[in-house]
């Protein structure tokens, strides 16, 4: 019996793909540059919660903050660049999955990705390791207590999302039996110009799909 064949990858739809990461990589470049703010705005939320104990363990607590211990428009505001960055990389995730069925080695990427942008997955013990920084741009202690897990998500999803588009490359560019009619872009929300966008709207907060510059870094450990 011969082996059956990897499964099939269209180069347009991969590149559509690469287009949707690439996307999100800019929008982490500018929320990288507010770092500080991102971490002063968390600090500012878990004192009005009374939480100054619990590391900062999960999107769903961030989000939390946000709804409900959030004092001003500023902390707001980079807590939802935080959100709604991860919403997409939730959302590429689901796009990914459509592309292919998937290899042992790229269904392992994916799977890790999704388990990393879940609501309720803990990240208290992630840790983006070098060629990163954002871990070392924290003092000792809030890399190790508090905050180190959480600015260390978007980095290591990033990494492992361009680990399954390399090796999603490698595979045979035939016509693909498993996407959507119209490719990513059919389903994929883009704000109209000159509109807000979605999850920044006054008044609305972001959509989860799980439903269910430069500011001066802190002191260097």
């Given at each position: 019996m011969k082996n059956r064949e990897p499964p099939a990858v269209s180069t347009g739809t991969m590149n559509e793909a690469k287009e949707a990461l690439r996307s999100i990589e800019q929008k982490y470049k500018l929320f990288q540059q507010q770092q500080f703010t991102f971490v002063a705005a968390l600090e500012h939320?878990?004192?009005?919660?009374?939480?100054?104990i619990r590391p900062i363990s999960s999107i769903e607590q961030v989000q939390s903050y946000m709804e409900h211990h959030c004092s001003n428009s500023t902390d707001r505001r980079v807590l939802?660049?935080?959100?709604?960055?991860?919403?997409?990389?939730s959302r590429i995730c689901q796009h990914f999955e459509a592309?292919?069925?998937g290899t042992p080695v790229t269904n392992n990427f994916l799977d890790k990705c999704k388990t990393l942008?879940?609501?309720?997955?803990?990240?208290s013990s992630l840790r983006a390791k070098y060629p990163h920084d954002v871990v070392n741009h924290l003092s000792?202690?809030?890399a190790r207590n508090h905050y180190g897990g959480v600015v260390s998500l978007i980095p290591v999803v990033l990494d492992l999302?361009?680990?399954w588009i390399a090796h999603s490359e490698k595979l045979p560019r035939k016509a693909l039996q498993h996407v959507k009619t119209g490719g990513m872009n059919s389903t994929w929300d883009t704000p109209q110009q000159g509109s807000d966008p979605p999850a920044t709207r006054p008044g609305s907060l972001p959509t989860r799909p799980w439903g269910h510059g430069a500011?001066?870094?802190l002191a260097l450990c």
């Open positions: 939320c878990r004192e009005n919660a009374h939480d100054k939802l660049m935080f959100l709604d960055i991860c919403t997409e990389l592309l292919h069925a942008v879940s609501q309720s997955n803990d990240l000792c202690d809030e999302m361009k680990e500011s001066p870094p």
